[in-house]
């Protein structure tokens, strides 16, 4: 793949108003070590290199110079595990980004034997070749469709399991494609680097490649408020940061100056699907870049690491007003450069809130001067009310803005992070548990402006409103609160509540939407009704009955001090078997999947990470099968391997001809937990859903009114905030509480 501009000219880090100093940096040079012009002497580190390996790697480092055993572990998603559409070439571990990191480090330090996939995939290749001497290793945990918090999953199992000296975290585009939080982003990647931290192990926390994420021509936004974060966190933590992005970005190579602007980005564009080209008559793919880009990747990677960094060609500001239903954006592009160039500039969609009215422009910037263009950014549907609908999400609110750069030497990538004039508001993210008649809703409004500002909200709550005024410090935050009843019915299990804040500040109206689900705590001996996935999305809503319906689905749970006994019933419907696609268990028409936080008490339904755990049986009575339970499937902090033959499973059939599915979990799996048993204070954190499959052209399929749900809570389905609070009492004289969540 030809690249105009070598590795130099894709980097520039964000800026954001009044508090962030901008990074705007690039590598000094594509050469590797002791072949730059500042180091006359092939072969050998400058002392600048060195000091740079020595404060973002130490421990590494040290043994690098020593040619110790180097020990590396890759956390992250399909793309760190190198999938691709070609089943021949898929995670195929030497030919990514990790392996080629490590390969160039192995030569620079002079470890003969390369680098070594030391879990590669059955069939797949441990090494380039097979030289002799020492090695380093490759520990590779990635796993496809996963999100940040998912790494979660490894900080007290396998990540650690081999002593690594460094660990590469990659996440991001999972967390975009599904539209997960940036609060639950920061949160993993945070505790990533403050575990590896307290081990005393190097880390790097990187930003994903560029996806194809929207229709064409401006598709390639959607990872960009994750990388800001990625790149926040890293910041927050002095540690090494990648951004894949602004290296992928390069690729879209160099536009000539006479181009019109449309037809400038959209060769940029053309350039950078490339990417995603493989084999002749493959068809390309959105998110998993090919061979040969993760070897570009894995090259941008090492030499970013190892090699001082100088300013980009341009540096990207940015301040963002609202101005009736629009956002107006007025950017300020600096040449950093010593000659004029004709600039083509493209806004990329603000995640999936704001798209720019006008996307693409073109303009001659004399070298050392600034251009300043008025963007008009829109929200998808808004309602015509004259107020600005505003979708930053929950626990970030900033403006995080992104833009492509290119002229005829090269394409740029620049991030711009700033708050929203008049005002922001961020949403204090946290669960709320033991509720049992009031609410309390904190958020924080944003100052956007070097000017005092004041104003007044209106906060809705269902069909409850509280009002107030608010005065904010130029450039500064204040918190602010509201309680409201929900005024539970007697019969109500679970109910999802709309929230609307509305700022006004001279004239100009701001309005924030969410959803708050509110879920009864349930407890031991209790029959629970569950509803249809079909119905909860049109009701939002359900009831608990004290006897529930037989033609309804139900659960209940009992618990001794050996076992917690989980008893479904439902009437008897159609079941239907259908192959399991894995080929792990026999045909199936019942599968029930169980998350279970088993956490200690002053854990358990705090942000972590908890897995599903999924049963499954056939059409006629008799015992049941269970998957192989993941590791800390019951919360992080869970290290052991579990025997599936410890869960025992079985379907049967009552007299009135309804179906019962039973299966256990003994206490023993669940060490972690104190099993307060009939203790208010015994608490697990709960999810559970009921499917009956149908056969589809893809596999086994799901529809929605074939499918029984505990809760949904619109969050990550492996954060712990998510799920319902089962008490590990009896409903005996217990007054009833509630969870509730913001999302």
């Given at each position: 793949?030809?690249?105009?501009?070598?590795?130099?000219?894709?980097?520039?880090?964000?800026?954001?108003?009044?508090?962030?100093?901008?990074?705007?940096?690039?590598?000094?040079?594509?050469?590797?070590?002791?072949?730059?012009?500042?180091?006359?002497?092939?072969?050998?580190?400058?002392?600048?290199?060195?000091?740079?390996?020595?404060?973002?790697?130490?421990?590494?480092?040290?043994?690098l110079e020593r040619r110790d055993r180097v020990h590396i572990v890759?956390?992250?998603?399909?793309?760190?595990?190198?999938?691709?559409?070609?089943?021949?070439?898929?995670?195929?571990?030497?030919?990514?980004?990790?392996?080629?990191?490590?390969?160039?480090?192995?030569?620079?330090?002079?470890?003969?034997?390369?680098?070594?996939?030391?879990?590669?995939?059955?069939?797949?290749?441990?090494?380039?070749?097979?030289?002799?001497?020492?090695?380093?290793?490759?520990?590779?945990?990635?796993?496809?469709?996963?999100?940040?918090?998912?790494?979660?999953?490894?900080?007290?199992?396998?990540?650690?399991?081999?002593?690594?000296?460094?660990?590469?975290?990659?996440?991001?585009?999972?967390?975009?494609?599904?539209?997960?939080?940036?609060?639950?982003?920061?949160?993993?990647?945070?505790?990533?680097?403050?575990?590896?931290?307290?081990?005393?192990?190097?880390?790097?926390?990187?930003?994903?490649?560029?996806?194809?994420?929207?229709?064409?021509?401006?598709?390639?936004?959607?990872?960009?408020?994750?990388?800001?974060?990625?790149?926040?966190?890293?910041?927050?933590?002095?540690?090494?940061?990648?951004?894949?992005?602004?290296?992928?970005?390069?690729?879209?190579?160099?536009?000539?100056?006479?181009?019109?602007?449309?037809?400038?980005?959209?060769?940029?564009?053309?350039?950078?699907?490339?990417?995603?080209?493989?084999?002749?008559?493959?068809?390309?793919?959105?998110?998993?870049?090919?061979?040969?880009?993760?070897?570009?990747?894995?090259?941008?990677?090492?030499?970013?690491?190892?090699?001082?960094?100088?300013?980009?060609?341009?540096?990207?500001?940015?301040?963002?007003?609202?101005?009736?239903?629009?956002?107006?954006?007025?950017?300020?592009?600096?040449?950093?450069?010593?000659?004029?160039?004709?600039?083509?500039?493209?806004?990329?969609?603000v995640g999936h809130w704001l798209t720019a009215t006008s996307t693409?422009?073109?303009?001659?910037?004399?070298?050392?001067?600034?251009?300043?263009?008025?963007?008009?950014?829109?929200?998808?549907?808004?309602?015509?009310?004259?107020?600005?609908?505003?979708?930053?999400?929950?626990?970030?609110?900033?403006?995080?803005?992104?833009?492509?750069?290119?002229?005829?030497?090269?394409?740029?990538?620049?991030?711009?992070?700033?708050?929203?004039?008049?005002?922001?508001?961020?949403?204090?993210?946290?669960?709320?548990?033991?509720?049992?008649?009031?609410?309390?809703?904190?958020?924080?409004?944003?100052?956007?402006?070097?000017?005092?500002?004041?104003?007044?909200?209106?906060?809705?709550?269902?069909?409850?409103?509280?009002?107030?005024?608010?005065?904010?410090?130029?450039?500064?935050?204040?918190?602010?609160?509201?309680?409201?009843?929900?005024?539970?019915?007697?019969?109500?299990?679970?109910?999802?509540?709309?929230?609307?804040?509305?700022?006004?500040?001279?004239?100009?109206?701001?309005?924030?939407?969410?959803?708050?689900?509110?879920?009864?705590?349930?407890?031991?001996?209790?029959?629970?009704?569950?509803?249809?996935?079909?119905?909860?999305?049109?009701?939002?809503?359900?009831?608990?009955?004290?006897?529930?319906?037989?033609?309804?689905?139900?659960?209940?749970?009992?618990?001794?001090?050996?076992?917690?006994?989980?008893?479904?019933?439902?009437?008897?419907?159609?079941?239907?078997?259908?192959?399991?696609?894995?080929?792990?268990?026999?045909?199936?028409?019942?599968?029930?999947?169980?998350?279970?936080?088993?956490?200690?008490?002053?854990?358990?339904?705090?942000?972590?990470?908890?897995?599903?755990?999924?049963?499954?049986?056939?059409?006629?009575?008799?015992?049941?099968?269970?998957?192989?339970?993941?590791?800390?499937?019951?919360?992080?902090?869970?290290?052991?391997?579990?025997?599936?033959?410890?869960?025992?499973?079985?379907?049967?059939?009552?007299?009135?001809?309804?179906?019962?599915?039973?299966?256990?979990?003994?206490?023993?799996?669940?060490?972690?937990?104190?099993?307060?048993?009939?203790?208010?204070?015994?608490?697990?954190?709960?999810?559970?859903?009921?499917?009956?499959?149908?056969?589809?052209?893809?596999?086994?399929?799901?529809?929605?009114?074939?499918?029984?749900?505990?809760?949904?809570?619109?969050?990550?389905?492996?954060?712990?905030?998510?799920?319902?609070?089962?008490?590990?009492?009896?409903?005996?004289?217990?007054?009833?509480?509630?969870?509730?969540?913001?999302?």
């Amino acid at each position: 793949m030809a690249v105009a501009g070598g590795l130099l000219m894709g980097v520039l880090g964000r800026t954001q108003e009044a508090s962030v100093l901008p990074s705007d940096t690039v590598p000094a040079s594509s050469a590797g070590p002791g072949e730059s012009e500042d180091n006359p002497n092939p072969g050998v580190l400058t002392a600048q290199q060195r000091e740079r390996l020595k404060g973002f790697i130490p421990r590494t480092f040290r043994k690098l110079e020593r040619r110790d055993r180097v020990h590396i572990v890759a956390l992250g998603d399909s793309v760190t595990r190198v999938y691709t559409p070609v089943p021949d070439t898929s995670e195929d571990f030497i030919e990514g980004y990790v392996a080629k990191f490590g390969t160039m480090l192995a030569k620079r330090f002079f470890y003969t034997g390369g680098v070594r996939m030391v879990n590669a995939p059955k069939g797949k290749r441990q090494k380039w070749d097979e030289h002799l001497g020492k090695e380093i290793q490759v520990e590779n945990l990635a796993v496809g469709g996963r999100t940040a918090v998912d790494a979660l999953q490894y900080l007290t199992t396998t990540a650690f399991l081999n002593d690594p000296d460094l660990v590469l975290v990659n996440y991001g585009i999972n967390d975009s494609k599904q539209n997960l939080s940036l609060d639950t982003y920061r949160r993993s990647l945070s505790q990533v680097v403050e575990e590896c931290r307290r081990r005393g192990v190097d880390v790097i926390v990187m930003a994903p490649n560029l996806i194809r994420g929207f229709p064409e021509p401006v598709e390639w936004g959607l990872t960009r408020p994750y990388a800001t974060v990625a790149e926040e966190v890293a910041a927050e933590n002095s540690v090494f940061f990648m951004d894949f992005g602004k290296y992928t970005a390069s690729l879209g190579g160099a536009v000539p100056a006479n181009y019109e602007s449309e037809a400038a980005i959209t060769q940029v564009s053309d350039r950078l699907h490339t990417m995603f080209h493989f084999e002749a008559g493959k068809p390309d793919d959105d998110l998993h870049p090919n061979h040969e880009t993760q070897k570009f990747m894995g090259s941008a990677l090492y030499e970013n690491l190892v090699n001082e960094t100088k300013a980009t060609a341009y540096k990207v500001t940015a301040k963002a007003h609202a101005r009736g239903e629009e956002v107006v954006v007025t950017l300020t592009v600096r040449s950093q450069v010593e000659e004029d160039r004709q600039v083509h500039l493209c806004a990329l969609p603000v995640g999936h809130w704001l798209t720019a009215t006008s996307t693409n422009h073109s303009f001659l910037l004399a070298a050392g001067k600034k251009q300043e263009i008025e963007l008009i950014y829109r929200t998808p549907g808004q309602p015509g009310s004259g107020a600005l609908e505003v979708s930053t999400d929950l626990g970030d609110g900033l403006a995080r803005l992104s833009y492509l750069i290119a002229d005829d030497r090269q394409t740029e990538l620049h991030d711009c992070v700033t708050r929203l004039n008049p005002v922001g508001v961020e949403w204090i993210s946290k669960a709320m548990t033991d509720v049992t008649d009031t609410i309390q809703i904190q958020w924080a409004f944003l100052n956007g402006s070097k000017e005092a500002v004041a104003g007044q909200y209106v906060f809705f709550f269902g069909d409850q409103k509280a009002e107030g005024t608010f005065e904010l410090p130029p450039v500064g935050s204040v918190q602010y609160f509201v309680s409201f009843s929900p005024g539970f019915a007697k019969d109500l299990l679970r109910k999802k509540f709309p929230v609307r804040l509305e700022a006004t500040v001279n004239g100009q109206k701001l309005v924030y939407r969410r959803e708050m689900e509110f879920t009864r705590d349930i407890v031991l001996g209790q029959k629970v009704p569950l509803q249809s996935q079909s119905d909860y999305a049109e009701t939002r809503s359900g009831l608990l009955k004290v006897a529930p319906d037989d033609q309804e689905a139900s659960l209940r749970i009992d618990a001794d001090e050996t076992w917690l006994y989980f008893t479904t019933t439902m009437p008897g419907r159609n079941l239907q078997l259908i192959e399991d696609p894995t080929g792990g268990n026999p045909p199936f028409a019942l599968l029930a999947e169980v998350r279970l936080d088993a956490r200690p008490t002053e854990e358990c339904r705090t942000f972590g990470y908890v897995d599903f755990l999924r049963f499954q049986a056939g059409v006629t009575d008799g015992p049941g099968t269970v998957d192989r339970p993941p590791l800390a499937v019951f919360g992080n902090g869970y290290d052991q391997t579990l025997d599936r033959a410890g869960f025992p499973v079985a379907l049967k059939t009552n007299a009135d001809g309804t179906k019962r599915f039973e299966f256990r979990i003994p206490w023993v799996y669940l060490y972690r937990n104190e099993r307060k048993l009939e203790q208010r204070d015994g608490i697990l954190g709960l999810s559970f859903s009921l499917r009956l499959p149908t056969p589809g052209e893809a596999g086994p399929q799901f529809p929605p009114e074939r499918t029984w749900l505990l809760n949904d809570p619109g969050m990550s389905p492996r954060d712990a905030r998510g799920l319902v609070t089962l008490r590990l009492v009896t409903a005996t004289g217990l007054a009833p509480s509630w969870s509730a969540r913001l999302y």
